[in-house]
Each structure stands twice: as structure tokens, then as C-alpha cells.
């Protein structure tokens, strides 16, 4: 600790998880899945080699948005649906920082709907981690743009008729170039997808499916259950066919007539087409198709749909800058004032 | 060659640098105004007149008034645009009154600006657009240049149309292309009336034009048409010359109050030795600031085109937090959309500058015409107690230094400043001196770096909390838009607390007051009535004043540039005068504040037509206030 007292260290210290604790009392509600989160954002942070004065929390507002308090970084807790504008202000002044924003389903699907599409369509370099727990919890329990038709909260008594986000549907409509999904109780899947996220150079977009005990409790139990998540979930790796169940057994497979997914059964010749599963592929279809895969048709695909690699906004717009002052050398207010036409008295 | 045109007027050849034949009437001042179908060109006419005017000397002001739409009907009167310039050989304030002189292009030009032209004013008419469709759109049953509603004005009658025909036969362009040099030809018959040197004008047209030399070389050859036609025909009884303007000594250059926020915001980044972000959203008339900057990158700017408003401010939140000088730009339904995120700007402390260019309102109101009614929204326009710093700009030129001083509260103080423009002045221009370099006062941005006894909301002794950005090292702290410890900075929703942070930003805010320079009347120390203003209508206030001044009447003018915090001495300077009016392009927001602050009886004087207020109307509002008889051996 006396290391991290001094604060001046020219060797670079080995970090660990105590050193991204705060002293702030965690303040979610007892068996929050944002607990679980936290603990492997403040375990993998360490792993990245980044000095932690280079890391920047930024939030909107829910209750995955009181994130930056309790990690001992830079942290921005903002204003609601706005983390991603922020962050992207920030990350243009200054593009050395590794920047997280941290929001919910409410934040950014809702009110920050716009702000999240144009950032993934820009492909800052921005990690961006959607805690979904589709429900607005810190404002008591309404439906939100990830509920299921015919939740039944306090604002939907009748139950809610509007259909759902397909979430990762949306990041990748927007042309996301990092694209991934995992779920707050498969801790070490998560530690991967965060680590692959920070190494992302572009917006890396990260759907957490996260349990909210109090007013949506149990709604990813299926993906969860020790007895039934092999059942339910897909874990997408590379190069790997799209296999899932207790024995392996079942499928995702492709209807090539119909340009559809479906589920089959390993090595049963049904007239479909295996897939094996390509993150970097630069068309987008596949990704698309298996961010459709939804319950009860389908398994839940977790793991990482799309990663490729694509020119940043901020390196293209600092380019443009570097090659203005190239071209015609970095500009002096003498000469900013003092060109075009004068007159002198 | 004049005598070659059979010029028998007698007059002989001046001798001047046109060698030309008719007497030359030395003026001091002349107000023209450009108008025609929003696809004429007048806005460039009007420009490149007015850059020549200003290259000779003469003082200049301008008021460029345009219709929203990029093209209405050709023809209607719903698309005429117009530009109005004074050139004087005197200090001027104004684009003046009422024009003197009127170019109209068609008959809906004419018809929505014959009320404004002077009576024995000159008018100079396109006849060749008088034809039964254009009467017709304007509204005329009978061509209005034939049925004596013209007779109280010299007309000069010329068909331009048919002079461009003429003069670009054989030059392989098409019927719309020689249309369109029209404005070259007016511009070209003005410099002849004007005694101009179309010499780099006619320079400043083949650069205009290099991408498209053959364009380039048609308006050449209308505009020395035009020039020529002056000469050959004998329209006009003698031209005229203003003499150049016995400006202070100094470099000058012509701005216009957008280019020199634009040019203030840079020189501020430069001032600081911090980059700058501009994050802006298209809107009227502000997208000028965010043009005039996207070309300014290798002076330090970044620009950023965000995908809406409040995208905007918050990416200037955010890189305010990185340590660079974030600015967004707006008018005024941009304004109301970024004021959360510039609520989070106050609680958090943070330096953030928004740039409101204000038009009419409310909502999308008439985004090209001026008015000054979202002072009130800056002061108070956020949920719960969120002061921030207002200052205006009186001129154009002015528009510099206010947006350099915006970004030094700002950063100094850490917390949002409003700069309040508007529509007259973004699109207005006038001579400006260039400062020296040297005389500019840095900027002090003081990052924190030391980590020993660092706390993110320890305050100095003027209560402004460090800038302690990501980056530096032991400094690690969060903030928020929730409310906060004093000090510490930590989640706190301890009632005393509240208060305290409250009361300590607004302290912070009133506190920006200790460093202002007095505020400073234009006329006698006391008098009878005080005219108090702010912002873009200062051209207007100050000629009126000067001319009840001049008048013999004790009338001074209070102009503010500072409207939150005011300035320490402004209720004292209320106090010398009996009268105290304040003249606004709204419905009384200045007033209000200052009754409320000062429990001063302040007259308004209001306009809210999306125009500037015109000279006369000041001077004879004015005039009521004064006690019957003053200043009556002036008026005898």
C-alpha cells in the first residue's frame, strides 16, 4: 500500500483488485447482479497493464450507473442517456484514456437510444457495457425497452405491448465492430468478454444479462440453472460449430433457402447447413442472424458475435488534424489574426 | 473615351483615377441595400461591396436579412433576401435606418423594400424581371414602375438581364448561368457610382471563382459591364464618393460577429495553451461558429458535427473533464435542449462554454431574424439552483474579445459561461482593429498535479474547486451529478450540506464580479435618462444616444457586456440618472432583473419584430422621457 500512498512511483507497480476498490460503501440492493459485475471489472482491470490514472469511468444514470463510484479510477457520473456523448467528448481531448461507459437498458436503449447508435456507428474507441436487466430499477419497477410483451409492472398493469429491443440487433444495425453478450453469474465468461473488450480498438459494445432481485427476479434463471443453462445457452467461440446441450447434442443450423437459423440436431442430415462460427467475418448477415436467436425458439448465444477491425473516429479525426498542420504548419495567432484581407490607418 | 460616348454634359473630366466625366459628390455616409430572389446572390453582393468598402476606409456596418428557406418560389415575396450596408467616412454603429438606395432584382424585392427606402432615395430597378409572372407573384396588378407608385423616388430603370445577355454572347454559357451573373452586374454599377477601384475586385471574383475559371472570367465581364454602363449611359445626374473614415490608427480587418466568436475561441485556446473541442449541431445562425472553426484545426480546434444538441454539450462536458476547452454552440431551441447537461456542468464544477446565437422564438420562431429573449433562459433556465456566468457581446468585432473572456471565466472559474450572440450580430459586420498579439492576457487553466493533500472539492480562496484531470497520477476521485460532500466530493444528501453547496456555487458565481472591470456610461456622469442595454443592439442605443446628445440633452448609454454576475458598480451608476429605460429586443428580461436587483423604477423600451431596433425609434422613445424643454435651444 505505500506504493499507492507515494502515487509517484516510476516503476510501475503491480496492480491488484484492492487497488480498484473505493472506500464508498456499495449501495445496490442485496443479491444485485451489478455485485457480480463489479467484482470481475475490479478483478480484470489489473490483468490489462494500464496504469489505473489512464482509466475512466463514465455513467449515465440507473443503478448500473453508480459504477464509478466504487472503482478507484477517474469516474463520471453523469446525466441520464448521456454517458456515451460524454465519453465521446472526452475520449476525442484525450484518446490515451481507457474509457468504460456503464449503463442499463433504461439508459441507454431509452433515452440514450440516440446517443448509443451514433457512438457504435462512429466506432469510437469506447467500451461500452449495457447492463440489461429489462426492467427500470432505481426509478421502482417500470417496463423498459427490453421488457417482454406483456410484463406487468406498475406502469403496465395490463401488461406492456410493445415489443422489445433485440439489443445486440440494434449494435449491429449500427455496425458495431466489437459485438458480444454474457451474463452476470458466468464470472469467468465475463472476465473474458471484459478482457476482449479492452483490447478492442473501436466501440466495443457488451450486453451483460444482469439479475434485479427485487423487481424482476429470475427473469435469465433458465440461463443460469445449473440443471438447465447448458440447454439454454450458446457459447459462441471462434472457429467452433454452433453446438449447445446437456450432451452436446443440438445445433443452430442454417436454412440456406429461407436465409434463416434453426435448431437441429448434430450430425442429422435435415437438409440445413452447420455453421461454424466466424466473429471477424466483415459481413455482418451471420452475426445479425444469431443476435435474433431469442428464447423459447432458440438458445441464448453468449460470447462474442462480431469483432473486426475498422478505422476509429478519433484516430480519423486527429489524422485530419495532424495533416492540416502538416500541410501548411501548426498555426501561430499572429498569422490566425493577421491573414486575409487588411487595411492599415 | 467618355467624349467617344458623346457625353455633351459639359462636365469635365475630374482628373480622378477612373478618368471619369461626371462631377463626383463627396458624401458621408451612404446606406444601400441589396435585395432580390434568395437565388440572386444579394448576400454576396452585399459582402463583397461592403469588404471593398471596408479595404478603402471607410467605416462599415452591415445587416444581412434573409428568409429561412434556401430557395422559396423564385419570384415570391416570401424568398427575398436582402443586405444592408452603411460606408461612412465617420465612426458609424449601425447599417443605418433606411436605405438611400435600393437595388431591387424583381417586383417582390421591390414591393417588400420600397416602404423602407428614403424618399428621393435612389432605386435602381431590374426591369427586366418586371415581367406579368414576377408582377404577379409580388402581388401587383399593374406594374408599379409604370403606374406612379415609383414617382417619389429617382428610378434608374435598367434591364439586367438583358445587359449579360449581351455581354456574355458567344461565351458557350448556358440561359441559367448567364442569369445568375445578374449580382456581378449590380455590383459593378455600384462600384461605378461609388468611385470604387474595381481592380481587386476584380481579382477577388477570378480567386472566388478558381475552380471554375470560366465563370470566373463571365462575372468578370458582367461586373465590367456594369462598371462600363455607369459610364456609357447617362443614368445618373453624378456619382459619388466617401472618403475613407478617420479610424484610429492600426491594422483593420472586416468581420462579422460569427467569424469572430470563431476567431475569440481560438485565440482563447491558444491564450490557455489547451486544445480546444467545438461540438456543435447545425442550427441558424450559429452554424457559421462551427464552419468558421471546422477550418481552424491546425490552430488546436477539434470540431465535432454530434448527432444532436444534447450530444453536443455533453461532448463538451466531457472533454472539459479530459482537460481541453469544451464549447458547444447553439441557438435558442438548441439552448433549452443542452440545459441539463449544463446543470451537471454547475454541479460538478466543471469549465464549459455554450455559445447562443440567439433568433426569434419561441420554439423554431424565425430562425433567421434577431432577437435578444433567451437572456432570462441563461440566467435561470435549469431545475434547481444552478447559476452560471452570461456575457454578451455589443459588436461584432467585440464578439473576440467576449469569447476569449467567456473561456477565461470558464476555465478559471470552473463553471459554464453563456455567451449570448444574436442574429444581427453573427451575420452583421464591421471594421475591426486587430489587437497586438502581445497585449492579450493568457489564460490560467492551474491543473492540479500534486496529490498531497488533494480533495476534488477543496476550494480556493475565490471557492473554485481543482482541475484535476484523468491522466494524473494519485488524483483518482469521482464526480457526479449527484449532490456531493463540500470538500470531499462524496454522495451526500445531508440537509446542511445542501445548503452549504448551494449557497457556495452561487457565491462562486457572484464572485467572478470582484475582477470585472466597472461598467462605464457613454455620456455625462449624470443626467436625465439612462439608457441601458446589452448585447447586439449597442449600435443602435449608442447613435441615438449621441444624437440626443448632441441634441443638448443629458442622456447617457449604460451598454452591459456582463449579465450574470453584473457588474459590482452598475446599481450605483442607475442611481445618477433621473430615468433609467432599458431598451431589449424582448419583452423586458434586462429590466426585470434590474428592478429586481436594484428596486430601480426602469422604463422599457421593446421590440420584438426580429429586427433590430432602428435609431429613430430609439431617439424618439427616448425623447418622451425627457423633461418637457430640455435641450430646446438645440430644437429652436
New interface residues.
Partial sequence: MSAAQNGHEHEPRKLTKKDFETDQAVRWCPGCGDYAILAQMQKVMPELGIPKEKIVFVSGIGCSSRFPYYMDTYGFHTIHGRAPAIATGLKLARPELSIWVVTGDGDALSIGGNHLIHTLRRNIDLKILLFNNKVYGLTKGQYSPTSEIGMKTKSSPAGSVARPFRTLSLALGAEATFVARAVDTEVQHLQEMISRMAVHKGTAFLEIYQNCPVFNDGVFDELKDRKTKSDHLLELEQGKPLVFGKNAESCVKLDTARMRLYVGKVAESDGGVDVVHDEANPDPGLAMLLARCTPPEFPTPIGVLRAVSEPTFEDQTLAQNQAAIAARGEGSLQELLYSGDRWDV | MADQNGNADGHSDDGGASGRTRPIKQLDSVVIRFAGDSGDGMQLTGTEFT?TA????NDIATFPDFPAEIRAPAGSLAGVSGFQLQFSSNEIFTAGDAPEVLVAMNPAALRTNLPDLERGGLLIVNTGAFKAKNLELAGYTANPLEDGSVAAFRVVPIDFGKHVTAALHGAGLSTKEVSRTQNFFALGLLFWLYDREPARELDSIRKKFSKNPELGAANVKVFEAGYNLGETLELFESTYSVP?AK????????ITGNEATA?GL??AG??ANL?V?Y?SYPITPASDVLHNLAG?????V?T?Q???E???V???????????I?VTGTSGPGFALKQ??I??AVA?ELPLVIVNVQRAGPSTGMPTKTEQADLLQAIVGRNGESPIAVIAPATPAECFDLAIQAVRLAVEHMCPVAYLSDGSLANGAEPWR??A?EA?EPINPGFRTE?EGFAPFLRDERLVRPWA??????????????EKEDVTG??SYDPENHEHMVRTRQAKIDKIADRLPPAQIDGPERGDVLIVGWGGTYGSLRQAALQLQREGNAVGHLHLRYLNPLQGNVGELLARYRRVVVAELNRGQLRSILRDKFLVDARGLNKIQGKPFKVREVVEAVRKLLPAGAAREMHA
Fill in positions: 469588404r471596408a479595404l478603402y476606409g475613407p479610424l484610429g490608427a492600426g491594422h483593420y480587418r472586416n476567431l481560438v485565440a491558444k491564450l486544445p473541442l461540438a481552424y484545426a491546425r490552430y488546436g477539434t465535432f454530434a448527432e444532436d444534447i450530444a453536443a455533453s461532448a463538451a462536458v466531457g472533454a472539459s473533464f479530459g482537460g481541453a469544451g441539463e447537461a446543470g451537471l460538478v486587430l489587437p498579439i492579450l496529490a484531470i484523468p491522466g494524473t497520477p494519485g488524483l483518482e476521485h469521482r464526480i457526479g451529478g449527484i462524496n454522495i
